[in-house]
Structures are given as C-alpha cells and as structure tokens.
C-alpha cells in the first residue's frame, strides 16, 4: 500500500505541477484585466517543447545536456519523501529528513547554474550570478527555519512536525511558530520566483530564473520547465502542509482519506496561487540591490522565533 501511495503521491505532483502555474498565470492576468492564456497553457508548451529538436550551444560540454535529466530526477525523489498527500512516511520517507532535503533543493539548483555557466551565454551567466547572490543569504535562512523546527519537534522529519503541529494546539498558536510560517514566506517567495523578486518578462532587468534555461530547447527545456513547476508545487506544499496549515492532512493510512485531501490539498495550493497573484499584482519590481533589503526582512522573522523561543523557555 505505500508503495501505491508512493507512485500516486509522484503522479500527483507530476500532472498538477503544471496546472498550478497555469491557475497562477490565469489568477495574475484576470487581476490585471487582461483574457489570458488557458490555464491548461503549460501542458501544451511542455509537450510542444518535447516535439521540437534539442539544439545544444557549440561551445557547451556533454555537461550541459546531462543536468535536466539530472535536476528533474532530484525533484520526482523529493516528491517521494516529502508530506504532500499524507501526514505519515510513506515508503522512501525515512530516507532523508529536512536537511537531507533542503540539499538536494540545493544541489539541483547548483546543478542548474553550473550548466548556464557551460553554455557561456551571457545572459545565462547573468541569470546564474542573480541567483547565487541572493541564494548565499536565503540558505542560511532556510537552515534557520530547519533548526528552529527541528528545536520545536526535537526531531528534522517533515512528517513528525507535521503531526506535532496537528495535535498540539500550544505550538501552532505560539510566536515561534507565526514567526518561522513568516520567514518561510518570505523565502517561498523567492524560490518561486514571485514578485517583487523575479519578474518573468524578456526584459533581462527583471529576469533570474528563466535566464538560465535560454539556450535550452526541446525536451530538454521541456524537462527544466517541469522541473521548475515541481518544484515550486513541493515547496508549496511544504509551506503549507508543514508550517503554516498542517491540518486534514491524514495521519493514518486509510486510502478514502488519502484520496479527499488530494482535493483538499489542491484547494489550499490554489488560495497559496490566488495570495501569489494579489502579490504580483500589488507590488512593483525590486531593483536587484533592494532584494537583499526583502531578505533582511526575512532573516528578522527567523531570528525573532529563534530568540522568542530561548527567551519564553528560559535558555
């Protein structure tokens, strides 16, 4: 049975990725009175993507190629080992615990820049220079949010957090937790490339991520694209499954259960994408100098939880 829960959570992610960011394209143009494309667009350009040749830059190495393979590989394991669907280790679960993750996230995304530095594209480089600056100071946040929940629950497993949120109404209501729930917002935020970070335009002024996949094309470019889309649908549904809305998420293996917060589930991803297209539709670009001032912000949060929570335990 878990190994079916396994392949359900996997195929879960994997067809709804896209149709995530689809929601959140649709969410962004309606809000600025605009028609829009459907929201179904990025199925079709994922399978238009994979009918078109692959044309590799001559001056890239076998590298260059390799690494979609590669980082798509990382997301669909970090799909099998996250609580996305269940509140309970499914069957690789107990293979890696929070930090196991959040260095896979960070390997895959390593990954990533070092193929745009292969392809010598300027603008690939330009996109991969944006996004080590500000990763060197949203790690260390993300390893602060990890440590603080792992000082709450004593332990870094997701699934464990999950239930001690769940249960114990002290922890959920407490400034620790509001604390940490902020912080991580505001990292989601930059993960996902949303306003006022990333603004995905072709203007190169706004652009970060989708720099770095511009001299992809064919299945190639399609697998960086549904990489991408995975992975924001698994730090979304870290976010809320785990830090900020952990409930009706099953802690007990019954399969009708599982199936209703499937539902469930997407519906809270699809108010997380309405709240990212308010956002986007509120605020203005940062220019790059002032991102670092957004990531104080979030690196306050996470201090401000680490210091209530040894000020309020005595030490």
Same mark, same amino acid.
């Given at each position: 049975?878990?190994?079916?829960?396994?392949?359900?959570?996997?195929?879960?992610?994997?067809?709804?990725?896209?149709?995530?960011?689809?929601?959140?394209?649709?969410?962004?143009?309606?809000?600025?009175?605009?028609?829009?494309?459907?929201?179904?667009?990025?199925?079709?350009?994922?399978?238009?993507?994979?009918?078109?040749?692959? &044309?590799?830059?001559?001056?890239? =190495?076998? +590298? @260059? #190629?390799? !690494?979609?393979?590669?980082?798509?590989?990382?997301?669909? /394991?970090?799909?099998?080992?996250?609580?996305?669907?269940?509140?309970?280790?499914?069957?690789?679960?107990?293979?890696?615990?929070?930090?196991?993750?959040?260095?896979?996230?960070?390997?895959?995304?390593?990954?990533?820049?070092?193929?745009?530095?292969?392809?010598?594209?300027?603008?690939?480089?330009?996109?991969?220079?944006?996004?080590?600056?500000?990763?060197?100071?949203?790690?260390?946040?993300?390893?602060?949010?990890?440590?603080?929940?792992?000082?709450?629950?004593?332990?870094?497993?997701?699934?464990?957090?999950?239930? &001690?949120?769940?249960?114990?109404? =002290?922890? +959920? @209501? #407490?400034? !620790?937790?509001?604390?940490?729930?902020?912080?991580?917002? /505001?990292?989601?935020?930059?993960?996902?490339?949303?306003?006022?970070?990333?603004?995905?335009?072709?203007?190169?002024?706004?652009?970060?991520?989708?720099?770095?996949?511009?001299?992809?094309?064919?299945?190639?470019?399609?697998?960086?694209?549904?990489?991408?889309?995975?992975?924001?649908?698994?730090?979304?549904?870290?976010?809320?499954?785990?830090?900020?809305?952990?409930?009706?998420?099953?802690?007990?293996?019954?399969?009708?259960?599982?199936?209703?917060?499937?539902?469930?589930?997407?519906?809270?991803?699809?108010?997380?994408?309405?709240?990212?297209?308010?956002?986007?539709?509120?605020?203005?670009?940062?220019?790059?100098?002032?991102?670092?001032?957004?990531?104080?912000?979030?690196?306050?949060?996470?201090?401000?939880?680490?210091?209530?929570?040894?000020?309020?335990?005595?030490?």
């Amino acid at each position: 049975m878990l190994v079916f829960l396994s392949i359900l959570q996997l195929l879960y992610v994997i067809a709804l990725s896209p149709l995530a960011i689809g929601i959140l394209n649709f969410f962004d143009e309606r809000l600025s009175s605009r028609g829009g494309p459907s929201i179904f667009q990025e199925y079709y350009n994922i399978f238009k993507y994979f009918k078109k040749q692959s &044309i590799y830059p001559s001056t890239a =190495s076998d +590298f @260059f #190629s390799y !690494v979609p393979y590669i980082t798509f590989a990382m997301y669909l /394991f970090l799909t099998l080992v996250l609580p996305i669907i269940t509140a309970f280790p499914l069957t690789f679960g107990p293979v890696v615990d929070f930090v196991g993750g959040g260095l896979v996230f960070g390997a895959a995304s390593t990954l990533i820049k070092l193929a745009s530095l292969d392809s010598k594209n300027n603008y690939s480089i330009l996109g991969a220079s944006r996004a080590s600056s500000i990763g060197i100071f949203t790690e260390p946040i993300i390893l602060l949010i990890f440590i603080m929940f792992g000082v709450i629950s004593g332990t870094n497993n997701p699934y464990v957090i999950n239930n &001690i949120l769940q249960t114990s109404t =002290s922890w +959920f @209501f #407490s400034l !620790v937790h509001l604390f940490i729930a902020i912080a991580f917002f /505001f990292v989601l935020i930059i993960e996902t490339g949303q306003l006022p970070i990333e603004s995905h335009t072709p203007n190169e002024l706004g652009s970060i991520d989708s720099l770095m996949s511009q001299e992809y094309s064919g299945r190639e470019l399609a697998l960086v694209k549904w990489g991408s889309y995975a992975k924001s649908f698994i730090l979304m549904n870290v976010f809320l499954n785990v830090y900020t809305f952990p409930f009706f998420v099953p802690m007990k293996l019954n399969l009708l259960s599982v199936f209703i917060y499937m539902f469930i589930n997407f519906f809270k991803i699809t108010v997380l994408l309405a709240v990212f297209a308010i956002i986007n539709n509120i605020v203005s670009k940062y220019r790059l100098f002032k991102i670092f001032d957004y990531i104080a912000i979030a690196f306050s949060f996470a201090l401000m939880a680490m210091l209530v929570f040894y000020i309020v335990n005595g030490g």
